[in-house]
C-alpha cells in the first residue's frame, strides 16, 4: 500500500472517530473522557491533514485549506478519485 493511501487511511479513521465522539459529546457534553478523546483525535487529525497536504495536495476547499502558488487544486487527483490511491 503506498504511502499516500495509508495516510489518507488513517485520516478517514480519525475523522470517523471525531463525527463519532461530536454525536456522542452533543448527547453528553459534560463527559471529560469522550470532550479528552476528541480533542486528542482532533490535534492527531490536523497533523495528518497538514502533512498530506504538504506531501500530495490539498484535501478540500472552500476556506478550508490554504494553497501554494500556483493555485493546484485542479492538477492533482482529489483524494477521493482512484488515481489517489496509485501505489
Known amino acids: 500500500m503506498s504511502d499516500r493511501k495509508k495516510l489518507?487511511?488513517?485520516?478517514?479513521?480519525?475523522e470517523?472517530?471525531?463525527v463519532d465522539l461530536n454525536l456522542y459529546l452533543d448527547?453528553?457534553?459534560n463527559n471529560r473522557?469522550?470532550?479528552?478523546?476528541y480533542n486528542k483525535y482532533t490535534k492527531q487529525l490536523i497533523c495528518l491533514k497538514k502533512e498530506y497536504e504538504d506531501?500530495?495536495?490539498?484535501?478540500?476547499?472552500?476556506g478550508s485549506s490554504t494553497s501554494k502558488y500556483p493555485?493546484?487544486?485542479i492538477n492533482d487527483p482529489?483524494?477521493?478519485?482512484?488515481e489517489a490511491y496509485r501505489e
Open 8 to 14: 489518507l487511511n488513517k485520516i478517514r479513521q480519525l
Open 78 to 82: 482529489w483524494p477521493w478519485e482512484p
Open 71 to 73: 493555485w493546484s487544486w
Open 33 to 37: 473522557d469522550a470532550l479528552s478523546a
Open 16 to 18: 470517523f472517530a471525531a
Open 27 to 29: 448527547n453528553f457534553p
Open 55 to 62: 506531501n500530495y495536495g490539498l484535501l478540500t476547499n472552500f
